[in-house]
């Protein structure tokens, strides 16, 4: 098994002295890509205390290391999941904890029995976060009113997400509005700050994963507002 990094603020304090306390339930996101994801979801723990979250619930990015670092097929992905709650060091309590499984849909473009199968895949302890055709979709969302001026007028090019040059079409208006890379630019993490437009923004697409094919899908915003209402 490769080591595994895991990123949190758990238990960040300014002296040694203060006490130490264990989170109630855990949130363990895993995420296809190996950049923008993660400088995403890194700032959003980093400021997990302003956002309202249960003191005694934790945030925590498990980033691929070694032969696990190319891991991006959804089924692996959920394969890995699976294996990273056998071991201790990872502190996984099925009776409380979740593995959020963050993946984009498009590679399942035509093919949505191939998609069924992979939401049959998902256990009780396991949430999938899922954006069709890609995270660049939910990173839009935290920019004014882009669900009205580009999302809806331009569902149809987004859903084919041709490549314009090097870059697929969702990218490149990504980077039209924002002025970033989003496979380059750790500034994308910044983005985070902005996440209660993005949440209100995706209430205007679609939510529901299992229709997530042929639709401009995004949940991610939701699966992060659940986890602000969780009261344990």
């Given at each position: 098994?490769?080591?595994?990094?895991?990123?949190?603020?758990?238990?960040?304090?300014?002296?040694?002295?203060?006490?130490?306390?264990?989170?109630?339930?855990?949130?363990?996101?895993?995420?296809?890509?190996?950049?923008?994801?993660?400088?995403?979801?890194?700032?959003?723990?980093?400021?997990?205390?302003?956002?309202?979250?249960?003191?005694?619930?934790?945030?925590?990015?498990?980033?691929?290391?070694?032969?696990?670092?190319?891991?991006?097929?959804?089924?692996?992905?959920?394969?890995?999941?699976?294996?990273?709650?056998?071991?201790?060091?990872n502190n996984f309590d099925?009776?409380?904890?979740?593995?959020?499984?963050?993946?984009?849909?498009?590679?399942?473009?035509?093919?949505?029995?191939?998609?069924?199968?992979?939401?049959?895949?998902?256990?009780?302890?396991?949430?999938?976060?899922?954006?069709?055709?890609?995270?660049?979709?939910?990173?839009?969302?935290?920019?004014?009113?882009?669900?009205?001026?580009?999302?809806?007028?331009?569902?149809?090019?987004?859903?084919?997400?041709?490549?314009?040059?090097?870059?697929?079409?969702?990218?490149?208006?990504?980077?039209?509005?924002?002025?970033?890379?989003?496979?380059?630019?750790?500034?994308?993490?910044?983005?985070?700050?902005?996440?209660?437009?993005?949440?209100?923004?995706?209430?205007?697409?679609?939510?529901?994963?299992?229709?997530?094919?042929?639709?401009?899908?995004?949940?991610?915003?939701?699966?992060?507002?659940?986890?602000?209402?969780?009261?344990?």
């Amino acid at each position: 098994m490769a080591p595994i990094r895991t990123y949190t603020n758990w238990n960040k304090r300014s002296t040694d002295i203060e006490e130490k306390v264990e989170p109630y339930r855990k949130y363990f996101f895993i995420c296809e890509g190996k950049n923008t994801e993660v400088w995403y979801f890194k700032k959003l723990i980093d400021i997990r205390k302003t956002l309202g979250i249960h003191p005694l619930i934790d945030i925590r990015l498990m980033e691929k290391t070694g032969e696990d670092d190319s891991i991006s097929n959804p089924k692996a992905l959920i394969e890995f999941a699976e294996k990273q709650k056998k071991y201790t060091e990872n502190n996984f309590d099925i009776k409380h904890d979740k593995m959020i499984i963050v993946f984009d849909a498009d590679i399942y473009k035509g093919k949505p029995e191939v998609y069924q199968s992979i939401l049959e895949l998902v256990g009780t302890d396991n949430i999938l976060a899922v954006t069709n055709p890609s995270f660049e979709l939910f990173l839009l969302l935290h920019y004014e009113n882009t669900v009205n001026d580009i999302i809806i007028p331009e569902n149809e090019q987004i859903l084919e997400n041709k490549k314009e040059g090097k870059r697929r079409y969702i990218t490149k208006r990504f980077t039209d509005i924002s002025g970033m890379n989003p496979k380059e630019n750790s500034a994308i993490g910044d983005l985070a700050i902005h996440i209660d437009l993005a949440i209100e923004q995706e209430k205007l697409l679609n939510q529901n994963i299992t229709n997530a094919i042929g639709l401009v899908t995004c949940n991610i915003g939701k699966v992060i507002e659940d986890i602000r209402k969780d009261s344990i």
